[in-house]
């Protein structure tokens, strides 16, 4: 069986497979084509911590495809609070489905319940632990509009110390041999259990300012009020990794953004109308992605 | 090594853990919770030794490791090694190895961990280098070294 746990547990071949799929689905994550392919199959989408977008994306994706959803949004709905375990929820769920979508606070909560799941599990983010499908459409939306995955230069900006999108992409970007430059304040600097395991070179920066033109792609993730303990030294750090229209001149013209949303203020909204915006397109694909992996792990084989 | 087996009465029967890294030997007494067991224990310190220029020797009686002894031992001390006594003579010669996956032994650290709130749940951490220890939480990827393992 296939559980997808963790981004590593996908190869390149695999990925490149996923995100080639994923674009021939693109008609039918809109609507404009219909899809039976998993006609008969149950998703169960166990959600014991609330994440919105996931959930819809992945509910949309296997409806799209002609299957149907069950599950639960929030753990107080559950028997999870009269003290059932993770592991006897995972089985009772395994017996009512063909896939399991698993959100969860704490971090390796999905490699746990694969272990005794009788359908594919696939993690829908696991504390500060991993979120492959995040990744997933974070590595398909820079192939769609950059038009490649190899050697890009890459920057990441803001939260990279608690920002588990940006370690997980940091990965699986690394494999693809991208060149990193990480922008953040000192104390929200990338993790050195990440950095130590990159292959290929990385820089750090304080400011946007200085690497702003070798960029093909710039990640930004939100600097988080409950990271700082003092709100003037929240609003002086914020400030000053706020990106507008105007900031975006020196960019290159095919630079783009991504951002895995919500976002606040880090992007001021007169950026949503440049070319460089391409956050709400990453948010859709989101759903063709989803859509390649689901059909994937229990289509009919071809 | 005959002469420093001299320094302390030879045991009759039970177990010499031999070639413990130096100042190690007590942190094994506690982790292995022998010296609550009521058997008799000899501890020696920086014994000179061929080998390696020091080492620690912990003599248990009428006692041998179990399974999960061994494997918290391996991880203290990679290079020890356990000689079972029977009747005055090594009957048995074991070189510890610490397996490719280290289950139930170490807690892991990370508090946010599934291991550490799931009820019932058991650790498994990955071996990922012998020489200057280093493993991983199969769960949540914490690694932690030599310095930093906790045992449950």
């Known amino acids: ?52 977008r996931t959930r819809l994306s992945f509910e949309s994706a296997m409806q799209r495809l002609g299957g149907t959803c069950i599950g639960f949004a929030d753990p ?60 997933l459409l974070d590595l398909f939306t820079i192939k769609e509009e950059i038009g490649k995955l190899e050697g890009l230069n890459v920057g990441m900006l803001g939260d990279l110390r608690y920002g588990r999108t940006v370690h997980s992409l ?45 960029l093909d792609v710039l990640y930004v993730t939100r600097i988080q009020k409950e ?20 900031i975006l001149q ?43 992996l689901l059909e994937q792990l229990m289509g009919k084989k071809k | 090594m005959s002469e420093n ?4 009465q030879p045991i009759r029967n039970g177990t010499v853990i031999d070639h413990i890294k130096p100042g190690r030997g007590r942190k094994i007494l506690e982790v292995l919770g022998l010296s609550g067991s009521g058997t008799t224990i000899s501890l020696l310190m920086n014994v000179p030794s061929k080998k390696r220029d020091r080492k620690d020797i912990i003599k248990v009686e009428d006692r041998e490791l179990s399974e999960n002894e061994t494997e918290k031992l391996a991880l ?14 090594v009957a048995e010669k074991k070189k510890i190895e610490i397996p490719k996956v280290i289950s139930g032994t170490v807690h892991c650290p990370n508090d946010n961990c599934i291991s550490n709130n799931e009820r019932g749940s058991s650790t498994h951490f990955k071996l990922l280098e012998h020489e200057s220890l280093r493993i991983q939480c199969i769960y949540c990827g914490r690694k932690i070294d030599e310095d930093n393992i906790e045992f449950i």
């Open chain 2, 76 to 89: 203290l001390s990679p290079n020890a090694r356990v000689n079972i006594i029977r009747n005055y003579a």
């Open chain 1, 250 to 292: 020196k960019a290159k013209s095919k630079m783009r953004i991504l951002h895995p949303l919500p976002r606040v203020d880090e992007i001021s909204t007169d950026v949503d109308e440049t070319k460089h915006a391409a956050y709400f397109r990453q948010a859709f694909n989101g759903v063709p992605v989803r859509m390649a």
């Open chain 1, 170 to 214: 940091s990965q699986a970007l690394d494999r693809f041999k991208a060149k990193f430059y990480f922008i953040s304040p000192k104390s929200l600097r990338m993790p050195t259990h990440v950095t130590d395991e990159l292959q290929n070179d990385w820089s750090t920066h304080e400011t946007l300012d200085e690497v702003l033109g070798k």
């Open chain 1, 227 to 246: 990271r700082f303990p003092d709100i003037e030294d929240y609003k002086k750090v914020a400030g000053a990794y706020r990106i507008n229209a105007e």
């Open chain 1, 1 to 52: 069986m296939k559980h997808v746990v963790s981004i590593e547990d996908l190869d390149n071949k695999r990925i490149m497979g996923i995100l080639k799929r994923a674009k021939q689905l693109v008609p039918v994550a809109e609507g404009k084509k219909k899809s039976k392919a998993l006609d008969g199959k149950i998703l169960a989408a166990c959600f014991f911590e609330p994440s919105t």
């Open chain 1, 76 to 135: 107080s709905a559950t028997s999870h609070l009269k003290g059932e375990t993770l592991l006897d929820a995972i089985r009772m769920v395994a017996g009512y489905s063909d896939v399991i979508v698993l959100r969860h606070p704490h971090e390796g909560s999905a490699k746990l319940a694969s272990e005794v799941s009788e359908v594919p599990v696939i993690n829908g983010g696991d504390g500060a632990g991993q979120h492959p499908t995040q990744t």
């Open chain 2, 5 to 8: 087996l001299l320094k302390v």
